[in-house]
């Protein structure tokens, strides 16, 4: 096994160790806390049953993703490129985080239904803000020499920007990707537990009523596998993207030197 | 020929440029030389439009114009290669910015990275090479400019003293070679007699001209040359006379 991984997975195994062992012990019963042999039983067993949740859930984090995206680059370009709407828009997207968005899903359920489109524009809330101020951040942190030359070889904005600032910030974007792909299962869960039927969020909503706690932990274990596998999705990318990464930041040390 | 006439530049009341006035011969290579501090990066950014001079006019080819950015190619002290970029895109920018076609200025590139001891290394990114060598490929991207003015901010100030002893024949070809008229800043005397023609000893604060000298030495020089040893006393003399040190 990669060397890397091997810590994490004895984090996890010691820790469901220790919860098997509890949960046995203790006497309690499976609907206040099903041990984790009975909760992979679940997830595992009931895949048919649970990966069409999953689907759902997903397809609205995907989409709340792309959403996100479609309005958090523009948005970051022309509050870098106009630094006076960047002061202008800046209260109100603290504001749009300022108000927990649990306060926001039932208005926006009443708005977009009981649909895919309000879980979706409920991820996007989540997502776009790390993604526009990472981006925003990134373009400014550009050294202002490279600008210079830019200017020298009277390029425009549009060519600087396509030529230096977006690759300059990718490093940045890549960073706010991250944040808002681990966070963005929450508004997708939170918009499906205020009104939905169908989703992971759904589903440990109704498995709750019913007192199934190892669904709702099997629901948890899926929704925690998906957050990963985004994570590791964008690891990727960024990876890919950002290739020339590996040499900047190793010093140069000979070879090539004539 | 580049005409200044009268530039002025204060900074909190104190004058660092005052009335400063030059002449570069076309196909001349000019260089300034003053003590660090003096106002010869100053100078530059006036002349580039970075910063908006007080007074002063400038002139190029008998045409006055308001700043040099969109007539003379710039090469600074720092490389400035994008680093996601390999060595030939980024000798290519300036041609790519300007529209030119890509394998038009791609094969300009290659003959220039041959001239300049870069051939092989088109596709290396700048982590992966010598500093020399991104310094070699700054200034193909200056060539790439394509403009008949250079200005040199300190160009090779950042470099070991032999990888800077094999670049500064190659900046001899953008006037050999190319044909453009260059005006270089340094604080290097070794290095200003090695490439002027005309060579420019600068005051501190505010800058002046304090000495004007003609350097007819025929290339290649040697800094050993007897006659390149009494310029160098001459020079510093004066700036030990000016109350600064190159």
Redesign the interface.
Known sequence: MNRSLMLPVGILLALAGLWEAGSRLSGLPDFILPPPSRILQVAVGNAPQLLPHAGITLVEILAGILLALAVAVPLAVVMFARPSLEKALAPFLVASQAIPVFALAPLLVIWLGYGLASKILMAAVIIFFPITVSLLEGFKSCDP??R????????GFR?TLR??YW?WALPYFFAGLRVGVSVATIGAVIGEWIGAQQGLGYLMIQSNARLKTDWVFAAILWLSMMGLALWHAVGWLERHC?A??N??D?P?R?G??? | MLVIEGITKTFQDRPVVDDFSLTVPENGFTVLIGPSGCGKSTLFDLLMGAQPMETGRIRWRDEAVPDLRLLAAYMQQSDLLLPWLGLADNACLPADIAGVPGDRSRQRIRRLFERLGLGGFESHLPAMVSGGMRQRCALARTLMFERDLVLLDEPLSALDAITRRNLQQMLRLLKTDFGQTILMVTHDIDEALLLADELLVLTPLPMRICDRIAIEVPQPRRTEDSRLVAIKHRVLAMLQEEGGQP
Do not use: D, E, I
């Open positions: 020499s490279y210079v030359l830019f200017n020298l070889m009277g390029a060519q030529r230096l690759p950002l020339w990464k040499f900047s190793k140069f000979g090539t030197n004539r």
